[in-house]
């Protein structure tokens, strides 16, 4: 049996990104976003409690982690870029804990401003399985914990005006924006302004009720299910008419819907819709998707590459996120490489 043309074409392209990865060191991001820290607890249900129902956890473990726009700072991290990360945390023990870890592995810490009297946002989250019944575990509960007033617009702009001076050292633009402040229209508007005329990719990953802030972006992330409620807010037909509308509303170049199990579809101003087949044979967790796909279109776009092959790469990365343990939710250069070479072997001998 011969290997047809498609499936030789996209072979090679996983090949070539993966031969690629070693070469993406050392170039700079700039990364703007809010943080917060993944707290996670694992045990066993094997009772419910005798006067409600919900399971009992008897926690034997606990790991803690930094979350949302960190997550894409231990990524970039991983994969040899060096990390601009401008951020805010707590002057709690939450906060130092974050500064910690990044510090731990080694990213600069420079730009993460301490707001004293605040709380740094934590994302508590439950795991149990049954005692000698099952391996797998699943999530029981999430709780937030976090300030209860929102930060003075003041620390937006300094971020900004912080994360401006190196700006033009960096290969790309990273906007991480979980609404709890360290992103503002105002902010948004300025780095993506600058980014442009500078020839720089942004990639922003928003929350759908700030799109407003990713005006002007080279390509913005957005979940199937968010992708579905704009559809129905845009009462358009089908959801290629819905990211065309965006595209166009919002002056994107490109549109990515994460569909975890279902894949991952590149929307383009100029070019194709492609879709990327999700390749996780036993997906356990998304925790970490959208954070794992911004890193890599930055180390895809911020090295010249086409837009096609920063949605194969993102793709990529979302599988290894899908298939992760729940507190190991950050994309590495050796898993993800791991993976491409994975994908590339598959691809190949499926059609022999």
Not at 107 to 128: A, Q
Not at 190 to 213: H, N, W, Y
Request: hydrophobic fraction near 40%.
């Amino acid at each position: 049996m011969t290997i047809d043309e498609d499936t030789v074409s996209r072979t090679e392209e996983l090949r070539r990104l993966r031969s690629s990865l070693d070469a993406m060191k050392g170039t700079q991001v700039t990364l703007l976003g809010d943080v917060m820290l993944d707290r996670y607890h694992h045990g066993y249900a094997n009772n419910l409690n005798s006067i409600a129902p919900v399971p009992v956890l008897k926690i034997f473990q606990t790991d803690e982690s930094p979350g949302a726009a960190a997550h894409i700072a231990r990524g970039l991290n991983s994969i040899g870029l060096n990390v601009d990360f401008h951020t805010f945390v707590g002057d709690d023990r939450e906060g130092r804990a974050i500064v910690d870890m990044l510090t731990e592995d080694g990213i600069s810490t420079s730009g993460i401003e301490s707001v004293s009297d605040r709380h740094t946002l934590v994302k508590i989250r439950f795991f149990g399985s049954r005692e000698s019944l099952l391996d797998d575990s699943q999530i029981l509960l999430q709780a937030d914990r976090g300030p209860l007033e929102p930060i003075d617009k003041s620390m937006s702009e300094k971020l900004t005006k912080n994360a401006m001076k190196a700006l033009g050292n960096s290969c790309a633009l990273v906007i991480s924006d979980y609404d709890n402040g360290a992103v503002t229209v105002s902010s948004a508007s300025t780095l993506i302004s600058a980014a442009t005329k500078q020839g720089i990719p942004v990639i922003i990953d928003p929350k759908l009720t700030g799109l407003e802030r990713s005006r002007g972006a080279t390509v913005v992330l957005v979940e199937m299910r968010g992708m579905e409620l704009m559809r129905r807010r845009l009462e358009a037909t089908d959801s290629s008419t819905a990211a065309s509308e965006l595209i166009s509303s919002y002056d994107w170049d490109a549109l990515v819907v994460l569909g975890g199990i279902n894949g991952v579809t590149l929307y383009q101003s100029e070019g194709e819709t492609l879709h990327f087949d999700c390749s996780a044979s036993t997906p356990k967790q998304q925790i970490g998707l959208h954070d794992a796909a911004a890193t890599a279109l930055a180390v895809a776009l911020g090295n010249g590459l086409s837009m096609e092959d920063a949605g194969l790469l993102a793709a990529a990365a979302c599988d290894c996120i899908l298939t992760a343990e729940a507190s190991q939710e950050f994309v590495d250069i050796d898993t993800l490489g791991t993976w491409l070479d994975e994908m590339a072997w598959q691809m190949q001998i499926s059609e022999r």
